[in-house]
């Protein structure tokens, strides 16, 4: 089986904005302010309306060397250090929260994509570099605590660590990994077929992920390794003196918050009344931003008079607030919607590689660029893929399935297996009878309408019960095959838990470690020249297991 590209509209719970984003851009223009990015014009544009400081660069360029060189930098990423450094040079900016050993598939898939972007864009003469925001800030470290893996039968094996956090509600870049991590490393090895693939990944992760090791640091150490060939720069968002170079913007977020606040609310107004939805609730409460108080990242709220409220220290005033963020950022952090103004205020954005659900959000904050005199960079859908081993090939090629057929409704999946391996043919005899049937009533229709046209109605109801009647036939004899076959059973089983794990995409639902471990590094290579930058799809790419 090759590579196969598979319209995102049919992906599985694909909102309306992220379709009209993809297939009908003209649509959703409005909402997006740099243009589509399957037109390279776009890319020009916003290049050309970038104002990054020539002295904010060079702060940041000695910050994030300092960062990758702590993560053990590849000499790739220090050249491409050097090139952030020039007049000339853009970002590509990516980001994602620290998940445990990276996290989804998709973590490694947007690292991918930035790469692929920034190596588009030095083709067409632009000077770019891709660079991974870590998303250190957020505090829900329930979301990253766990990953999960398969095991050789395709059961879901849960992967975890408690952490050791300093506070209930702390940012997760001051979470501590706990002694157990190295128990669930072990897990982890058993869960994998023994190899040098299983080796490189398992020496990697227990070099990086080892007890008292900072959540966000050994997510950057892995990451390095993964990237590192191709010059990827990781951005660790707690980083105090990027927070000072943030900190004009958190005063601006403080005095035109009630501003800020309306543009927001129109915003999502405007999109629910296009017929979309809006990611981020937006009240008339709502703040762009969280302040650490006693350790805990709590949200900022507005009051009705002008003040600001918080969890801790009830009202505050918004002069108390604009001191603080002058004298401690660091203790002030976006919330979604502002962070993309914060990545763009360190780095000279010209493309972001998004998400669905980011990708919606950033319909939102695009109400903001403009109160900020800065330009939207465009925003750019990560790649998805869905990889498929030698054994789901196999089954999806016994019964003549795709992996689209595996994402539809249970009971179809069984009817289309069970037509195609038990009692061969039963299916196309069933549905010629039907349509023969069908024929007859149909014809029927005008002798109906010469004896008594008021008989059509009952006419119309007879041939849905006949209809009814056919389908519930059809689910009986898929019950009746199953029920007789175990193959059949064992082998939807595997389809759905391999490529639909737990009802989500296999990207979503399963940790990138769980194809590294058992296909190579040489992974990523392969999936890099499959990402097209001119259209987006979702991939189904092969893969053979790397057992050395």
């Known amino acids: 089986m090759e590579s196969h590209c598979i319209p995102q509209s049919k992906l599985p719970k694909t909102s309306a904005l992220y379709r009209d984003f993809i297939d009908r851009f003209e649509r959703v223009a409005g909402f997006f302010g740099a243009g589509s990015p399957f037109d390279p014009g776009s890319f020009r544009a916003v290049a050309a309306a970038l104002d990054y400081p020539a002295s904010v660069r060079a702060q940041v360029v000695r910050i994030l060397t300092r960062q990758n060189q702590s993560y053990g930098a590849s000499p790739e990423t220090l050249a491409n250090l050097r090139l952030l450094g020039d007049s000339g040079t853009r970002a590509v900016v990516t980001g994602q929260q620290v998940g445990l050993f990276s996290g989804p598939a998709f973590t490694l898939y947007k690292a991918l994509s930035a790469v692929r972007m920034a190596q588009r864009l030095r083709d067409e003469g632009l000077a770019a570099v891709p660079i991974f925001w870590l998303a250190t800030e957020d505090h829900d470290l329930e979301e990253v605590a766990s990953t999960a893996v398969l095991d050789d039968d395709y059961r879901l094996v849960p992967l975890d660590d ?3 956090r300093p506070a209930p509600h702390s940012s997760v870049g ?65 980083d105090p003196e990027l927070h000072q170079l943030a900190a004009p913007l958190y005063v601006e977020a403080i005095t035109d918050a009630r501003e800020l606040n309306g543009r927001l609310r129109q915003r999502s107004e405007a999109l629910v009344k296009a017929g979309y939805h809006a990611q981020v609730h937006v009240d008339d409460e709502s703040s762009l931003l969280f302040v650490s108080q006693d350790g805990n990242r709590t949200a900022l709220r507005l009051a009705r008079d002008g003040a600001f409220v918080l969890e801790r220290d009830g009202r505050v005033t918004a002069d108390d607030l604009r001191r603080i963020a002058q004298e401690r950022p660091v203790d002030f952090s976006p919330n979604a919607i502002f962070r993309p103004l914060i990545q763009d205020r360190l780095l000279p954005t010209i493309a972001y590689i998004a998400g669905p659900a ?46 689209e057929d595996v994402w539809q409704e249970e009971e179809k999946l069984r009817r289309q297996i069970a037509a195609r391996g038990f009692a061969e043919g039963w299916e196309p005899r069933l549905e010629q009878t039907e349509r023969e049937i069908m024929r007859r009533l149909d014809a029927m229709e005008a002798d109906i309408r010469a004896l008594d046209a008021t008989l059509l109605h009952a006419a119309a109801r007879a041939r849905g019960r006949v209809a009814h009647q056919f389908d519930k036939l059809k689910g009986k004899i898929t019950r009746g095959a199953f029920a ?41 290579d392969r999936l890099l020249p499959q990402i097209s930058l001119d259209s987006a799809c979702h991939h189904t790419v092969p893969f053979q297991y790397a057992l050395g």
């Open 358 to 403: 980011e990708l919606a959000y950033h319909a939102q904050t695009a109400a903001l660029y403009s109160a900020f005199a800065r330009p939207q960079p465009v925003i750019v859908p990560r790649a998805s893929f869905t990889l498929l081993d030698p054994r789901s090939e196999r089954i999806l090629d016994q019964y003549h399935l795709t992996v």
């Open 162 to 164: 408690p952490g050791v």
């Open 174 to 238: 001051y979470v501590r990994l706990s002694d157990g991590v190295t128990q669930t490393l072990d897990r982890l090895e058993a869960s994998l077929p023994r190899g040098e693939s299983r080796e490189r990944l398992l020496a990697d992760l227990r070099e990086t992920y080892v007890p008292g090791a900072g959540w966000g640091e050994a997510f950057a150490r892995f990451l390095a390794r993964l990237f590192g060939r191709w010059g990827v720069i990781l951005l660790d968002a707690l």
């Open 484 to 524: 007789r076959s175990e193959v059949l059973r064992r082998h939807e089983e595997a389809l759905r838990a391999f490529l639909l794990p737990h009802g989500e995409l296999q990207e979503r639902r399963l940790g990138g470690i769980y194809f590294l471990g058992r296909a190579g590094y040489d992974l990523l």
